[in-house]
């Protein structure tokens, strides 16, 4: 939000500080400054001036040299660059010594050889309107030597990130309450239009009519004939603009004006253009109405209206329509000042994407004890600046609901949270009192506009922020608690990051919200179906995404594109899966994406292997949890080969794949993509926890070869399972280093295969013997020909 200093200053004398202090006076109370503009200039030193004569300069083409008259009785040479003026033009000057909004400080100097004392200036160098190409011509009745700051009024603009549940700063009133409560400084009370001053009545049936309270507990209007339309004053223009708002007529510049002024958002129609009475009520079904932005919604039966006997005439807290807007012919109006409850106008304005300053206000939640206090002030205004007569009543339809009620104070708990030694309970009440609250006894009577403030503590919060949280002390007072399951899960995912990010692996994180063509290009048709957003903010993120393979391909085509070789990609995060019943299951992934060399190029191997699938699985086996990784195939979709299902002993840990490379091409891809998705809850599961280290070994070992024939359908998973399953004390290890298969069958039969592995043996108390070793050997060779069906090569 914009806010003015000197709008601000109409509230309270904010003289005695800087904007610097002002800025770190908001930040720490929790308002956060996003920015500060400087328009115009404070100094005195910027004048008006009067071009005399002009020349070119003699050492530049792009360059005059001007003799201007500053009001001091003799000419001032300026070298300009500037070529939009005239001799007897008047325009701005900035004399040595003046400073200029961004710290620029003008002083005297030479420009290519000759004396420049000063410079004219453009609009946009003295934060005045915007870059003309040129100086800023001035109009030719002002006087010479009339500083600048008295014809345009320079002022601070603070640009605020206000938090939803502070919606009683949405305005200067707003504003300015907080930093009397803040500094000290007692606000104008003149300045307080809060008060209502109207004589009110019950609104007749035909008057104003609530069909739909939940959504409009409080309705007023009133009545105002013979206005006349037209240009707002200049101060009136002048507030606005200085906030980035633009005047459209002197009736709507005022609901404008009370809106920021006070934060209760206004609506004038055209009387002549209503047709009956107002209703307000729920749209019927198939209604639409044309707003003031120029489109045409279409509006659903849960959407807030207001109407008159023959249509919706305005979304009801989000925008008005254009049939009755207020125009340059208007001569009578209707003023609207209401309550809508927040959750009506979110749930509108998010729908029709349609956001204004109104229903940014109605959706965080307005004081319904202002809504008279508003209407009664832009009467006044529209009386004095446009004309007219008000009728003398306001009519009121509904009553304004009591969002707040009276806390009690636990002073005892306050003193303890604050932990401030030497605070006594009377400064709390003092800053409590400065916020607008009211003591009755322990209770306390709390402002109609702080809707925020709900219980006990929240007063402990204020007095927290009013005094300065470096004042709180920091203490730790929390106590150990036991590691969770919740705990326990977070290590395990953190384990798992390392230990990808140690095998060269990079991070990513991608939206979990996608387009359902870009789910179809990574995964073909997923079974289930999707999980589409009722309401989706683009057509790019319509789906919940069913897996997390689409967004990091689109990473890897972004990284290709960016001239990456090498791919090792991975991300831990949510899925969406749609079930039969249609409700949406959600699980935790891990996704590995792997492509390119398996080592990067260097000037002793300029050319490396290519990664290939048996890197990925090696990546997967050397996962925390993950042991006797066994492969099943399953169909292919037309994106995937060698698609497989990857399991360990009885666990299902997800699935491992290559990418098509009709897809790889389409992603720029120069070396095949291998990906596998695997479930974190099956990972956890195989975990024994923290890593668990041994000696080294004191003693050498000895190794034995086996090799043997077996089917070939026979999968390598089942002679790793039986070499697993042995209970040998001195066998260490096992590892298949050889793999024969002869599909010409001239040397071995098409449907066998050789294997051959090798056998580790060592005691952890002696150097073996080779009889120990054989024996121990020759058993397990028989074991293996006993359980599967072997043939061993002797």
């Given at each position: 939000?914009?806010?003015?200093?000197?709008?601000?200053?109409?509230?309270?004398?904010?003289?005695?500080?800087?904007?610097?202090?002002?800025?770190?006076?908001?930040?720490?109370?929790?308002?956060?400054?996003?920015?500060?503009?400087?328009?115009?200039?404070?100094?005195?030193?910027?004048?008006?001036?009067?071009?005399?004569?002009?020349?070119?300069?003699?050492?530049?083409?792009?360059?005059?040299?001007?003799?201007?008259?500053?009001?001091?009785?003799?000419?001032?040479?300026?070298?300009?660059?500037?070529?939009?003026?005239?001799?007897?033009?008047?325009?701005?000057?900035?004399?040595?010594?003046?400073?200029?909004?961004?710290?620029?400080?003008?002083?005297?100097?030479?420009?290519?050889?000759?004396?420049?004392?000063?410079?004219?200036?453009?609009?946009?160098?003295?934060?005045?309107?915007?870059?003309?190409?040129?100086?800023?011509?001035?109009?030719?009745?002002?006087?010479?030597?009339?500083?600048?700051?008295?014809?345009?009024?320079?002022?601070?603009?603070?640009?605020?990130?206000?938090?939803?549940?502070?919606?009683?700063?949405?305005?200067?009133?707003?504003?300015?309450?907080?930093?009397?409560?803040?500094?000290?400084?007692?606000?104008?009370?003149?300045?307080?239009?809060?008060?209502?001053?109207?004589?009110?009545?019950?609104?007749?049936?035909?008057?104003?009519?609530?069909?739909?309270?939940?959504?409009?507990?409080?309705?007023?209007?009133?009545?105002?004939?013979?206005?006349?339309?037209?240009?707002?004053?200049?101060?009136?223009?002048?507030?606005?603009?200085?906030?980035?708002?633009?005047?459209?007529?002197?009736?709507?510049?005022?609901?404008?004006?009370v809106m920021m002024e006070m934060g209760q958002s206004l609506h004038a129609f055209d009387l002549d253009k209503l047709q009956g009475g107002i209703t307000v009520r729920r749209a019927k079904e198939g209604e639409k109405i044309l707003a003031l932005d120029g489109q045409e919604y279409a509006l659903l039966t849960e959407d807030l209206v207001i109407a008159d006997n023959a249509r919706p005439v305005a979304i009801a807290?989000?925008?008005?329509?254009?049939?009755?807007?207020?125009?340059?012919?208007?001569?009578?109006?209707?003023?609207?000042?209401?309550?809508?409850?927040?959750?009506?106008?979110?749930?509108?304005?998010?729908?029709?994407?349609?956001?204004?300053?109104?229903?940014?206000?109605?959706?965080?939640?307005?004081?319904?004890?202002?809504?008279?206090?508003?209407?009664?002030?832009?009467?006044?205004?529209?009386?004095?600046?446009?004309?007219?007569?008000?009728?003398?009543?306001?009519?009121?339809?509904?009553?304004?609901?009591?969002?707040?009620?009276?806390i009690v104070f636990d002073e005892a708990r306050a003193l303890k949270l604050l932990g401030i030694d030497g605070f006594k309970i009377e400064e709390a009440h003092a800053i409590l009192t400065k916020l607008g609250l009211t003591q009755h006894g322990t209770s306390w009577t709390i402002p109609s506009y702080r809707l925020d403030l709900q219980r006990s503590v929240d007063l402990v919060e204020e007095v927290a922020r009013?005094?300065?949280?470096?004042?709180?002390?920091?203490?730790?007072?929390?106590?150990?608690?036991?590691?969770?399951?919740?705990?326990?899960?977070?290590?395990?995912?953190?384990?798992?990051?390392?230990?990808?990010?140690?095998?060269?692996?990079?991070?990513?994180?991608?939206?979990?919200?996608?387009?359902?063509?870009?789910?179809?290009?990574?995964?073909?048709?997923?079974?289930?179906?999707?999980?589409?957003?009722?309401?989706?903010?683009?057509?790019?993120?319509?789906?919940?995404?069913?897996?997390?393979?689409?967004?990091?391909?689109?990473?890897?085509?972004?990284?290709?594109?960016?001239?990456?070789?090498?791919?090792?990609?991975?991300?831990?995060?949510?899925?969406?899966?749609?079930?039969?019943?249609?409700?949406?299951?959600?699980?935790?992934?891990?996704?590995?994406?792997?492509?390119?060399?398996?080592?990067?190029?260097?000037?002793?191997?300029?050319?490396?292997?290519?990664?290939?699938?048996?890197?990925?699985?090696?990546?997967?086996?050397?996962?925390?949890?993950?042991?006797?990784?066994?492969?099943?195939?399953?169909?292919?979709?037309?994106?995937?080969?060698?698609?497989?299902?990857?399991?360990?002993?009885?666990?299902?840990?997800?699935?491992?794949?290559?990418?098509?490379?009709?897809?790889?091409?389409?992603?720029?891809?120069?070396?095949?993509?291998?990906?596998?998705?695997?479930?974190?809850?099956?990972?956890?599961?195989?975990?024994?926890?923290?890593?668990?280290?041994?000696?080294?070994?004191?003693?050498?070992?000895?190794?034995?070869?086996?090799?043997?024939?077996?089917?070939?359908?026979?999968?390598?998973?089942?002679?790793?399972?039986?070499?697993?399953?042995?209970?040998?004390?001195?066998?260490?290890?096992?590892?298949?280093?050889?793999?024969?298969?002869?599909?010409?069958?001239?040397?071995?039969?098409?449907?066998?295969?050789?294997?051959?592995?090798?056998?580790?043996?060592?005691?952890?108390?002696?150097?073996?013997?080779?009889?120990?070793?054989?024996?121990?050997?020759?058993?397990?060779?028989?074991?293996?020909?006993?359980?599967?069906?072997?043939?061993?090569?002797?």
């Amino acid at each position: 939000m914009q806010v003015s200093l000197n709008w601000l200053s109409t509230h309270l004398d904010l003289s005695a500080y800087t904007t610097p202090q002002l800025s770190d006076l908001l930040t720490f109370a929790g308002i956060e400054v996003e920015g500060i503009e400087q328009k115009g200039v404070a100094s005195d030193k910027v004048i008006v001036a009067q071009i005399q004569s002009f020349e070119q300069h003699p050492n530049a083409d792009k360059l005059s040299v001007c003799q201007v008259d500053d009001g001091s009785g003799s000419p001032r040479q300026i070298v300009c660059g500037a070529k939009n003026f005239k001799a007897g033009d008047k325009v701005p000057l900035a004399l040595p010594g003046a400073a200029l909004p961004g710290g620029f400080e003008i002083k005297e100097g030479k420009l290519r050889g000759v004396d420049s004392l000063g410079m004219m200036c453009s609009g946009k160098e003295l934060g005045i309107g915007e870059d003309t190409g040129g100086l800023w011509i001035l109009d030719s009745s002002l006087p010479v030597g009339k500083p600048i700051n008295q014809i345009v009024e320079s002022d601070t603009l603070f640009d605020l990130e206000i938090t939803p549940n502070r919606s009683d700063l949405l305005s200067h009133l707003g504003l300015a309450r907080e930093l009397s409560a803040l500094t000290g400084i007692p606000l104008k009370g003149e300045r307080d239009h809060t008060k209502a001053t109207s004589q009110t009545r019950a609104a007749k049936a035909d008057e104003v009519t609530l069909e739909a309270t939940d959504g409009c507990p409080y309705y007023t209007a009133r009545v105002i004939k013979g206005v006349k339309v037209g240009p707002s004053p200049a101060w009136l223009k002048a507030r606005l603009e200085s906030i980035g708002l633009r005047p459209i007529n002197n009736i709507v510049d005022i609901t404008n004006y009370v809106m920021m002024e006070m934060g209760q958002s206004l609506h004038a129609f055209d009387l002549d253009k209503l047709q009956g009475g107002i209703t307000v009520r729920r749209a019927k079904e198939g209604e639409k109405i044309l707003a003031l932005d120029g489109q045409e919604y279409a509006l659903l039966t849960e959407d807030l209206v207001i109407a008159d006997n023959a249509r919706p005439v305005a979304i009801a807290g989000v925008m008005g329509g254009e049939e009755t807007g207020v125009v340059e012919g208007t001569t009578n109006i209707l003023l609207e000042s209401a309550y809508f409850t927040p959750s009506n106008i979110r749930r509108t304005a998010r729908r029709l994407t349609l956001h204004s300053d109104s229903s940014y206000r109605f959706e965080r939640g307005i004081d319904p004890h202002q809504v008279q206090g508003g209407s009664d002030l832009a009467v006044k205004l529209i009386l004095e600046i446009a004309g007219g007569t008000a009728e003398p009543e306001l009519k009121v339809a509904g009553e304004a609901p009591q969002l707040v009620s009276d806390i009690v104070f636990d002073e005892a708990r306050a003193l303890k949270l604050l932990g401030i030694d030497g605070f006594k309970i009377e400064e709390a009440h003092a800053i409590l009192t400065k916020l607008g609250l009211t003591q009755h006894g322990t209770s306390w009577t709390i402002p109609s506009y702080r809707l925020d403030l709900q219980r006990s503590v929240d007063l402990v919060e204020e007095v927290a922020r009013v005094i300065g949280l470096d004042r709180v002390p920091a203490k730790f007072t929390a106590t150990f608690a036991q590691g969770d399951a919740t705990d326990r899960q977070y290590d395990h995912a953190m384990q798992l990051r390392q230990a990808l990010a140690n095998r060269g692996f990079n991070e990513a994180q991608t939206l979990r919200l996608i387009s359902t063509p870009q789910t179809n290009d990574a995964l073909g048709n997923p079974t289930g179906g999707l999980a589409a957003l009722k309401n989706p903010l683009s057509e790019d993120h319509t789906t919940l995404r069913p897996s997390i393979v689409p967004g990091l391909l689109a990473s890897a085509a972004l990284n290709i594109r960016q001239g990456a070789d090498r791919l090792r990609l991975f991300e831990i995060g949510r899925v969406f899966l749609k079930m039969p019943n249609g409700m949406v299951r959600e699980e935790e992934r891990l996704t590995i994406l792997l492509s390119g060399p398996v080592s990067p190029s260097s000037w002793h191997a300029r050319v490396a292997k290519a990664a290939d699938i048996f890197d990925l699985r090696g990546v997967i086996e050397s996962l925390p949890g993950v042991t006797a990784l066994e492969t099943k195939a399953l169909k292919n979709n037309g994106t995937f080969l060698l698609h497989s299902e990857l399991k360990a002993g009885n666990r299902v840990l997800g699935w491992i794949a290559q990418l098509h490379p009709a897809r790889a091409r389409q992603l720029d891809a120069r070396d095949p993509i291998y990906v596998c998705e695997l479930l974190l809850s099956a990972l956890r599961q195989g975990s024994t926890g923290p890593a668990k280290f041994t000696d080294l070994p004191r003693f050498p070992g000895m190794t034995r070869d086996v090799a043997f024939e077996l089917p070939a359908d026979v999968p390598n998973a089942k002679v790793a399972a039986f070499f697993g399953s042995i209970k040998e004390p001195l066998l260490i290890s096992t590892a298949l280093f050889d793999v024969f298969t002869d599909p010409t069958g001239t040397k071995l039969a098409a449907d066998r295969k050789s294997l051959a592995w090798t056998l580790t043996y060592r005691a952890p108390d002696k150097t073996l013997e080779t009889a120990e070793v054989d024996a121990t050997h020759n058993r397990i060779v028989s074991a293996l020909e006993k359980a599967l069906p072997v043939v061993v090569r002797r």
